[in-house]
């Protein structure tokens, strides 16, 4: 039971690099999500995807860019990372906006020096 | 944007005893999500509220959603060191697209 795919898990990156996370989910979901998680806090929403070819910002979104070409994928794009974007990053998906379980993938765990 | 406060940030307990999370909203509630976190791992779902007075149980986490729909408690009754980790609640926005998460309330059981 594959659900949600996120790649890689740990990851070190120099200030000014660029970097995609990748987010593959299974389930045929329409809603996916991506988040990132600070140290001791709540998650924020980066970008979100109602469905393919479609994508919109949440909360946070400077620095961060997304696609949605298939159904199935969802990747994060950092253009010149920052110290500032050292964080864990959560992709997740639905069925159908707020309205069932949000599944999560496992996390990648990004580090900017 | 909806926001999501959890009180209290972080909870020391020993084991055995009763806690409370709360988790409030600056919006109607559309739906409340209560996820709970491992540290160091991904999120798991605990249980999900809908209509205005429900509340659901699972083993010993209890969960209501208040009657206005703004705001909701986890109650976990004789805490365990299993139960540690960051509680968190999620909802989504009335137009059912984007859905956000509190603050996280960080759980430490004493055994």
Known sequence: NAGVTQTPKFRILKIGQSMTLQCTQDMNHNYMYWYRQDPGMGLKLIYYSVGAGITDKGEVPNGYNVSRSTTEDFPLRLELAAPSQTSVYFCASMEGGSRGELFFGEGSRLTVL | ?111
């Open chain 2, 1 to 111: 944007s909806q926001e999501l406060e959890q009180s209290p940030q972080s909870l020391i307990v020993q084991e055995g005893k009763n806690l409370t999370i709360n988790c409030t909203s600056s919006k109607t509630l559309y739906g409340l999500y209560w996820y709970k976190q491992k540290y160091g791992e991904g999120l798991i779902f605990l249980m999900m509220l809908q209509k205005g007075g429900e509340e659901k149980s699972h083993e010993k986490i209890t969960a209501k959603l208040d009657e206005k729909k703004q705001q909701s408690s986890l109650h976990i009754t004789a805490s365990q060191p299993s139960h540690a980790g960051i509680y968190l609640c999620g909802a989504g926005e009335d137009t059912g697209n984007q859905f956000y998460f509190g603050t996280g309330t960080s759980l430490t059981v004493i055994p």
